[in-house]
């Protein structure tokens, strides 16, 4: 699934492409997405990132909000040629924004922006003395926790087992034993981590490709996320993978405490 960086980096090059264009015409080619509305006529005042979610602001106060899901990718083409898996089109000036989805997990939603209910963003409002205060001390694992949307936006399974190899935190560690000190350093390393994905364009695992289908660059700067059997980096010790929560965890046991 897309994560802070990807989704960040599709903002930004959907904000570049097509803010304060107006919108010729929107198709949908897959019915689990018939219903929704053909906003035609409609100027896109903003794109912005709320979490994992993509949003468009349009000029009658609604927005359309994108979330990619699994194995979602929105695409620019400049002519009509349709991908395989192309479940919509939003025609822009000389162009087409299309929503590319194999699984057909993505969903779109078109209306009046609702009050986000995830966590907070560490890239924008996020308040640590209130994390710390409503959300560190709960009993379970600090991995985990990471991952919870409800307590952190934007973080999945690839950048939480980078962050904590940062950090140099066990993911086996319940949350609520970690100190004020070590909580520090997992928000520090967040922040510089998630930054690097922006810079480079996300990380291409398997699905995620730019708003130009080309394959992000931090999957070559990857330091634990599946580097299984290799060197850490840090300590010299050997990169293992372990199952949480039905996810596969990379650290090492050797520096991460």
Excluded at 25 to 31: I, Q, W
Excluded at 35 to 50: C, H, K
Excluded at 176 to 186: C, D
Excluded at 209 to 227: H, M, P, S
Aim: charged residues 30%.
């Amino acid at each position: 699934m897309p994560e802070l960086p990807e989704v960040e980096t599709l903002c930004r090059q959907l904000h570049e492409k097509i803010a304060g264009r107006e919108i010729l015409a929107t198709m949908v080619y897959d019915d689990k997405l018939a219903g929704l509305e053909n906003v035609r006529g409609r100027a896109i005042e903003e794109v912005r990132r709320s979490g994992k979610t993509i949003v468009l602001k349009l000029s009658d106060s609604r927005s359309i909000a994108i979330h990619l899901r699994m194995t979602g990718r929105l695409l620019w083409h400049q002519n009509k040629t349709k991908e395989k898996h192309t479940r919509w089109r939003m025609t822009v000036g000389d162009g087409n924004v299309d929503l590319v989805d194999p699984r057909r997990f993505a969903t779109i939603r078109i209306g009046p922006e609702r009050q986000d209910k995830d966590g907070k963003d560490l890239m924008t409002d996020f308040d640590e003395k209130v994390f710390l205060k409503r959300q560190a001390l709960r009993k379970v694992s600090v991995k985990i926790l990471l991952m919870d949307p409800k307590a952190i936006a934007g973080i999945g399974n690839i950048y939480a087992c980078e962050i904590l190899h940062g950090a140099g935190i066990s993911p086996c560690r319940l949350a609520a034993t970690l100190t004020e000190r070590e909580w520090k350093a997992v928000f520090r390393q967040a922040r510089r981590i998630l930054k690097k994905g922006i810079k480079k364009r996300g990380t291409s695992i398997s699905d995620w490709r730019d708003l130009y289908g080309r394959k992000g660059e931090n999957q070559n700067e990857l330091k634990a996320y599946g580097q299984e059997g290799k060197t850490c980096h840090t300590c010299g010790g050997t990169i293992r993978r372990i199952k949480q929560g039905g996810r596969s965890t990379f650290y090492c046991p050797l520096c991460q405490k």
